[in-house]
C-alpha cells in the first residue's frame, strides 16, 4: 500500500539554526515526491519537488530536500531557519506508475521556529 | 498575482441549506481539484476535473457535487450541509495530474452553523 510517514507532529528549532523536517515514504513503482507548505487560514504553497535527475532539490524561500531511495525518504532540510519558517509541512508522494494519478499525503508537521 | 482565487475565503451558512464554493484559475491548467481539510489535517482529495472529465474519489459523500463550465472555474455544491462538513476547502490546479505539482488558492472556510 502507498502512504507516506512524517513521524514527528512537530518540530522546535531556534532561530539561525538548521531544520530538518522528516518525510519517509512506501510506493510500489518509482516515486513523485513533493513539500508543501500551509500558513495559518492559508492554502497550501508549493515549495520544491523531486521527479527525476539530481537527489538534492532546491526549491523556494531556501528550503532544499534530498531524496534518499534507500532510505525511502525525502527530508526537508533548511541550513538557517527563520521565525518565518513557522508553518505547517506537508509532505506527499505519486506513484510513477499509478495510472490514477493519486496524490498521497503525509500527516503534517508543525514547525516552530523560535526567536 | 493570484492565479487560483476562491471565493469567498470564509462562508457560513445553514445546517441543510445548500451551499457553493467557486474556485477560478489564470493559469489554464487542464486539471482541477477540490480538496477538504480538517484541523490542520492532511487534505482529503474530494474530486477533481481532468478537462471536462470527472473524477470522484471512491469516498466522497454524495453530498458533495461539483461543475465546472469552462477551463477557468470550477464549482463545488454542498447539498445538505452536515456540521461534519465544516472545515476548510482548497482548490488547485496543476497542468497534468501526473508529475506536476499542483498550485492552491487561498481556501474557504466553511462554517455550518
Known amino acids: 500500500a502507498q502512504s507516506v510517514a512524517q513521524p514527528e507532529d512537530q518540530v522546535n528549532v531556534a532561530e539561525g539554526n538548521p531544520l530538518t523536517v522528516k518525510c519517509t515514504y512506501s510506493?510500489?513503482?518509482?516515486?513523485?515526491l513533493f513539500w508543501y507548505v500551509q500558513y495559518p487560514n492559508r492554502g497550501l504553497q508549493f515549495l520544491l519537488k523531486?521527479?527525476?535527475?539530481d537527489n538534492l532539490v532546491k526549491g523556494s524561500y531556501g528550503f532544499e530536500a534530498e531524496f534518499n531511495k534507500s532510505q525511502t525518504s525525502f527530508h526537508l532540510k533548511k541550513p538557517s531557519a527563520l521565525v518565518s519558517d513557522s508553518a505547517l509541512y506537508f509532505c506527499?508522494?505519486?506513484?510513477?506508475?499509478?495510472?490514477?494519478?493519486?496524490?498521497?499525503w503525509g500527516a503534517g508537521t508543525k514547525l516552530i521556529i523560535k526567536p | 498575482d493570484a492565479m487560483v482565487i476562491q471565493n469567498p475565503r470564509y462562508q457560513v451558512t445553514q445546517f441543510g441549506k445548500p451551499v457553493t464554493l467557486s474556485c477560478s484559475q489564470t493559469?489554464?491548467?487542464?486539471?482541477m481539484y477540490w480538496y477538504q481539510q480538517k484541523s490542520s489535517q492532511a487534505p482529503k482529495l474530494l474530486f477533481h476535473?481532468?478537462?471536462?472529465?470527472?473524477?470522484n474519489e471512491a469516498d466522497t459523500p454524495d453530498n458533495f457535487q461539483s461543475r465546472r463550465p469552462n477551463t477557468s472555474f470550477c464549482f463545488l455544491d454542498i447539498r445538505s450541509p452536515g456540521l461534519g462538513d465544516a472545515a476548510m476547502y482548497l482548490c488547485?490546479?496543476?497542468?497534468?495530474?501526473?508529475?506536476?505539482?499542483?498550485?492552491f488558492g487561498q481556501g474557504t472556510r466553511l462554517t455550518v452553523v
Open positions: 488547485a490546479t496543476s497542468r497534468d495530474p501526473g508529475v506536476m505539482a499542483a498550485f
Open positions: 493559469l489554464n491548467h487542464n486539471v
Open positions: 476535473y481532468y478537462d471536462k472529465d470527472f473524477n
Open positions: 510506493v510500489s513503482g518509482n516515486p513523485y
Open positions: 523531486y521527479i527525476t535527475g
Open positions: 506527499a508522494v505519486r506513484d510513477a506508475e499509478d495510472s490514477n494519478y493519486q496524490l498521497i
